[in-house]
C-alpha cells in the first residue's frame, strides 16, 4: 500500500486471491483487484470502503454479482471489471449499479467466453441508475435489446466501446434506445456480421467519433454506415480493417476499387481526421478517393496498409495535385506499409515527440506518414537505369510525413525536390525497402525536427554526405535502428557528424562493438542516448564526451563491467541526474570486477533497476545478481586478498631463486659459459656471412664421376639436407663466359666440394676453380673446402690443391657406399655451424 498526496490506494493485483480482503484501512481511495481468482462477488462485498473512488477487478474469474455487492460505494467514480466471465444474461442480478450513481467509467466489456452463445435475444442490465455516467466499455452480442437497459436515461453518456462483438445483423434498430449525446463510438472485431443497414447508426446524432476495428464488412458498406451524417461535422472516422481476404467474393472483393458511389456520403462530411486503413484499396476511380467538398478540414489523413498508388496516370497525378493544394490545413499524411501486406502494423500517434514515462523511460509517440505522390520533372540515364527526378509540393501547413514501410522497384533510383516543407517536422521514412537512397533538395529553409530512418542501410548514405546533410542539418530527434550502423563504422561512416543539433538519438539494434574515441565530438546538444540491443563489452569512451547528456540506454548488450575511467566520469555527472539502464546484461562478479560491485552501490547514479539487482556470473559459472554479491560480498570476495598476499610471497620466493640460481651457475661455470659465448658469437657473424650467399654448397667433378654426382650428391644434398646446389652444367647460363660464372658461383656459395677421380688431373677447368677457392678462401668469403676421394689414388688429386691443403678438409669416401660416407661428408659441412 502507497500513499499518494492524501489519497491511500490499495494494490492486491495477482495475489491468487478468491474473495475481497475486508483487512485493508476502510479509508483507501483506489482499489485493484486485478489478475486473482475471484469468480463471485456477494452482497456488501465493499461495505467496508465507502471512500472507493476507483475500483478494478479485471481479469478474474468472476461469473456471478450480487444485488448488493457494490453496497456502501456511494463515492465511486471508476469500475472495471473486464476481462471476466460475465454473461450479459445471467451474470447481474437486478438493481446491481443502484448503489454507485456516481459512476462515470464503467468497463464490462471483454467478457465473451466460448460458452457465451447468445443465441436468443439478450437482455442487457439495467443502466439507469448512473446518471452521470460517461463513458460505457461492454460487449456488443448478437441480438441484442437494450430498451430495458435505462440506457436513454444516461444524459451524459459521451463515449461507447464495444470491445468485442458477435453481432451479426447492423440493424436499423439496433441502437434505437441509445441516448443522442453519444458522440464517440468505437467497434472492434465484429467477424460475423452478415447484414447492414444504412441507418444502424442514425440515433447518434451528434456523433463525432467513428470507430470501426476488425469489423468485417467490406469497405463500401463500411461507407454506406455514413449516411446518416452527410453534410454535417465530425472529429475523426477511423476504418481499419473492415476489408479481409477470407471473406473475398464478386460482391465484395478484397481487392477494392474505390468508386465515386462508394464515396458519396463521405465526401459531403467535415471531418478533422480520416484513416482509411488495411482496407483492400487496390486503386480508384477519378473523383472518388481525393475528391472531397470540404477538403480544407482535414486535419489528418491515413491510408496505411493499402496496395494503391496515386501516381497512375496522368489524371490521378493532377487530382492529386489539386487535393494537396486544396488541404490547407492538413498536417498528418500516411502512406506507408504500401503497396505489400504487412503484419503488426503500427499507426503511430497523431504527433511525433519524445517524452518520459513514469518509470523515467524515455519513449517515442511515433506518428504515421508515408509515400506522397510524385510529379516527374527530369529523367536522367545512369548504368542501365534511369535516375527520376520528382517535385514533391507538400501542403503548406503540412507537419508530419510517413513513407515507412514502403517497397520501391529494385531498379528504382529517384532524387526528390520538395517544396513548401518549412512547415514538416516530423519525417518518417522507416524501412523503406530501396536499393538507391535518393539525393534530397528543399526549395527553401526547412526545419524537420524529428526523423526515423530505421532499417535504411546506413552505406547508402553516410559516405556520401550531400545526399542527406541538408536533411540532418536541424534534426534533435533521430531514430536509426536496424541500419547496419556496426557494419557501416567499420567503413569508416561518421554519421554522428551528420547530425550537429541532435538532442534524442536512438541507435538501437545496429550490432554495434565499438564507437572512436571521438565519435560524438560534434554532438554537444545531445541528451538522450539510446544504444540498447548491440553488441558492447563495455561502455563506449566516446560517451564521456558528451557533457549534457541525461539518459544513457545501454540495455541487452555484453558489458560484463565498468571500468574505472568511465566510473570516475559517472560520478563527475552528479549532482545532475544522469540516468544509466544496463538491464540485460550479464556481469562478471569475480575479483577482478570487486571494486565494480562496490562502486555500484555507492554511486549516485540512477540506474534503471533501483534495487541495483542485475544479473552477475560468479566465476564458477552460476547467475545470481548484484544486489545478492554485494550483501553476501565477504563471503564472495574475500579470498581474493588472501589470493594476493600468495601471489606476492609466491613472486618474492620466485625473484630470489630467479636471482640467486643463475648467479651461482655463472660463478660455477664461468669459464664454460665463456666459451659458449665465444662460439655463439662466432656462430653469429658466421650466419651474417651466409645469409650473404646465394648457394650453400659449389660442385666441382670430373666428366667419369658426372653420373654418381648427379644421381647420388646432388638429391642427398638438395632434397634430405635442404641445401642450395651450384652445378655448372645445370646452373650456369648459355652465353655465359665460363670463367666468369665460375669465378661468380663460387663468391656467392658458402663452401665448394671438390670430387676427386681418374680424370681430374686432366679436368681443364678443375685448376681454375681451385685457383678461385683459394682466393676466396684467403679473402675469407668460403668457410670450407670439401675434397671427396673415391677410388682415385693420390696421383690424380691436382697439384693446386696441395698448396691449400691446410684449409682443406678431406673425406675418402668407402667402395662400399655405406652410411659412414655421408655421415662424414654431414659432419664436414656442419661442424660449428648448426
Not at 254 to 262: D, F, N, P, S
Amino acid at each position: 500500500m502507497k500513499q499518494e498526496k492524501l489519497e491511500l490506494t490499495a494494490d492486491c493485483s495477482n495475489l491468487g486471491l478468491t474473495r475481497v480482503p475486508q483487512d485493508l484501512n476502510h479509508i483507501i481511495f483506489a482499489l485493484d483487484l486485478s489478475k486473482n481468482r475471484i469468480k463471485i462477488l456477494g452482497n456488501n462485498s465493499f461495505e467496508r470502503y465507502t471512500q472507493l473512488a476507483a475500483l478494478t477487478i479485471a481479469s478474474n474469474d468472476l461469473y456471478f454479482l450480487d444485488a448488493d455487492t457494490f453496497f456502501g460505494l456511494h463515492n465511486l467514480v471508476k469500475l472495471s471489471m473486464n476481462n471476466n466471465k460475465l454473461n450479459l444474461s445471467t451474470a447481474y442480478s437486478n438493481g446491481i449499479f443502484s448503489h454507485t450513481p456516481q459512476l462515470r467509467y464503467l468497463d464490462i466489456g471483454s467478457n465473451q467466453v466460448t460458452t457465451h452463445k447468445y443465441t436468443t435475444l439478450t437482455m442487457y442490465p439495467y443502466f439507469g441508475d448512473m446518471k452521470n455516467l460517461q463513458t460505457l466499455y461492454l460487449d456488443l452480442v448478437n441480438l441484442p435489446v437494450f430498451n430495458s437497459s435505462g440506457l436513454y436515461k444516461l444524459k451524459n453518456l459521451d463515449t461507447v466501446r464495444f470491445s468485442s462483438c458477435t453481432l451479426e445483423e447492423m440493424l436499423n434498430g439496433t441502437f434505437v434506445d441509445m441516448p443522442p449525446s453519444v458522440k464517440q463510438i468505437y467497434l472492434n472485431n465484429c467477424e460475423k456480421v452478415k447484414i447492414v443497414e444504412a441507418n444502424f447508426l442514425k440515433p447518434f446524432l451528434n456523433l463525432q467519433i467513428l470507430e470501426l476495428c476488425g469489423v468485417f464488412i467490406h469497405l463500401s458498406r463500411a461507407l454506406e454506415l455514413l449516411y446518416p451524417f452527410q453534410n454535417k461535422n465530425m472529429t475523426s472516422i477511423i476504418f481499419k480493417r473492415v476489408t479481409v481476404d477470407f471473406q473475398d467474393s464478386n460482391k465484395y472483393p478484397y481487392a477494392v476499387r474505390v468508386t465515386r458511389e462508394m464515396m458519396k456520403y463521405l465526401q459531403t462530411i467535415c471531418v478533422d481526421d480520416l484513416v482509411l486503413a488495411e482496407s483492400g484499396i487496390v486503386d480508384f476511380e477519378p473523383g472518388s478517393l481525393l475528391t472531397y467538398n470540404h477538403p480544407e478540414c482535414f486535419k489528418r489523413i491515413v491510408f496505411t496498409g493499402n496496395r494503391f498508388s496515386m501516381r497512375d496516370g496522368k489524371s490521378k497525378t493532377m487530382e492529386f495535385i489539386t487535393f494537396q493544394s486544396r488541404t490547407i490545413n492538413l498536417r498528418v499524411f500516411d502512406y506507408s506499409y504500401n503497396p505489400i501486406k504487412y503484419s503488426n502494423i503500427d499507426y503511430g500517434s497523431d504527433y511525433i515527440q519524445s517524452n518520459n514515462n513514469s518509470d523515467g523511460e524515455y519513449q517515442y509517440e511515433t506518428l504515421q506518414h508515408e509515400n506522397n505522390p510524385l510529379v516527374r520533372q527530369n529523367v536522367s540515364p545512369h548504368k542501365d537505369q534511369y535516375i527520376y527526378t520528382y517535385t514533391v509540393s507538400l501542403p503548406p501547413n503540412l507537419e508530419a510525413l510517413r513513407f515507412s514501410h514502403y517497397l520501391t522497384p529494385t531498379d528504382s533510383r529517384i532524387n526528390l525536390m520538395i517544396k513548401r516543407a518549412q512547415n514538416l517536422r516530423h519525417l518518417d521514412v522507416s524501412y523503406f525497402q530501396t536499393s538507391y537512397f535518393p539525393q534530397i533538395y528543399f526549395d527553401g529553409d526547412h526545419n524537420i525536427e524529428f526523423m526515423n530512418m530505421s532499417g535504411i542501410d546506413a552505406n547508402l548514405y553516410c559516405l556520401k554526405h550531400s545526399k542527406v546533410k541538408s536533411l540532418f542539418q536541424n534534426l534533435s530527434v533521430a531514430v536509426m535502428q536496424n541500419i547496419k550502423l556496426g557494419q557501416a563504422i567499420l567503413s569508416g561512416c561518421d554519421i554522428f557528424n551528420l547530425l550537429p543539433v541532435i538532442e534524442n538519438l536512438d541507435v538501437s539494434s545496429n550490432n554495434m562493438w565499438f564507437l572512436p574515441k571521438n565519435a560524438f565530438m560534434y554532438n554537444n546538444k545531445l541528451r538522450i542516448l539510446n544504444m540498447k540491443i548491440n553488441s558492447f563489452t563495455e561502455i563506449p569512451t566516446a560517451v564521456t564526451a558528451l557533457s549534457n547528456l541525461e539518459f544513457l540506454d545501454l540495455r541487452n548488450n555484453y558489458i560484463q563491467s565498468i571500468n574505472e575511467t568511465i566510473r570516475k566520469w559517472l560520478d563527475q555527472q552528479y549532482p545532475r541526474m544522469l540516468k544509466l539502464y544496463l538491464g540485460g546484461n550479464t556481469f562478471s562478479c569475480n575479483c577482478d570486477t570487486m571494486d565494480f560491485v562496490k562502486w555500484l552501490f555507492t554511486t549516485k547514479t540512477h540506474f534503471d533497476r533501483p534495487q541495483r539487482d542485475f544479473d552477475c556470473r560468479l566465476s564458477n559459472g552460476s547467475v545470481i545478481n548484484t544486489l545478492h554479491a554485494n550483501t553476501n560480498f565477504h563471503d564472495l570476495f574475500s579470498h581474493c586478498d588472501s589470493e594476493t598476499w600468495l601471489q606476492v610471497g609466491i613472486g618474492l620466493i620466485v625473484a630470489f631463486f630467479v636471482c640467486a640460481v643463475p648467479v651461482a651457475i655463472i660463478i660455477s661455470y664461468r669459464w664454460k659459459i665463456t666459451f659458449y659465448i665465444y662460439k655463439k658469437f662466432r656462430r653469429v657473424v658466421e650466419k651474417g656471412l651466409r645469409q650473404k650467399c646465394q648457394y650453400d654448397v659449389y660442385l666441382s667433378y670430373a666428366e667419369d664421376s658426372q653420373s654418381w654426382v648427379i644421381n647420388s650428391l646432388r638429391p642427398k644434398l638438395e632434397e634430405t639436407w635442404k641445401m642450395k646446389v651450384c652445378i655448372g652444367d645445370r646452373d650456369f647460363l648459355v652465353g655465359e663466359s665460363k670463367s666468369e660464372a665460375i669465378a661468380n658461383a663460387i663468391s656467392e656459395s658458402r663452401h665448394v666440394i671438390f670430387f676427386i677421380s681418374k680424370d681430374s688431373k686432366d679436368e681443364q677447368w678443375l685448376r681454375f676453380e681451385i685457383d678461385r677457392a683459394r682466393y676466396e678462401k684467403d679473402a675469407n668469403f668460403l668457410q670450407k673446402i670439401i675434397v671427396i676421394t673415391g677410388k682415385a689414388d693420390m696421383g690424380c688429386i691436382p697439384d693446386e690443391l696441395c698448396h691449400i691443403w691446410k684449409d682443406v678438409i678431406g673425406v675418402t669416401w668407402p667402395e662400399n657406399e655405406s652410411d659412414n660416407g655421408w655421415q662424414t661428408l654431414k659432419l664436414a659441412l656442419w661442424s660449428e655451424l648448426s
